[in-house]
């Protein structure tokens, strides 16, 4: 996924930057492994980071996430806003 607005949207506000450059990465389907070593942190933190995102987001899976972005997504470009994944 490329930098993008979507994350700027009111339902992500209250993710830190650091969430939400893990939650970018979530959506690209990279692992916990995968993004501890793009990021140089260890797994245990990535999984922490994670952990919030679920919880801030109030959802209980990753396929939960990915739904209240996907809804997301379409609900701005329903409101012609310009985001884009």
Same mark, same amino acid.
């Given at each position: ?8 949207? #009111?339902?992500?506000?209250?993710? &830190?930057? *650091? ?10 389907? =990279?692992? !916990? /492994?995968?993004? #501890?070593?793009?990021?140089?942190? &260890?797994? *245990? ?10 919880? =801030?987001? !109030? /959802? ?26």
């Amino acid at each position: 996924m490329k930098k993008n607005n979507l994350l700027l949207h #009111s339902n992500f506000a209250h993710l &830190s930057p *650091r969430e939400k450059e893990i939650l970018e990465m979530i959506v690209e389907e =990279k692992t !916990n /492994v995968e993004i #501890s070593k793009e990021l140089f942190i &260890s797994k *245990r933190t990535v999984d922490g980071h994670r952990q919030n995102i679920l919880n =801030k987001l !109030n /959802v209980k899976t990753t396929v939960g996430l990915i739904k209240v972005v996907y809804e997301t997504l379409i609900s701005a470009n329903n409101n012609t806003e310009t985001l884009q994944l």
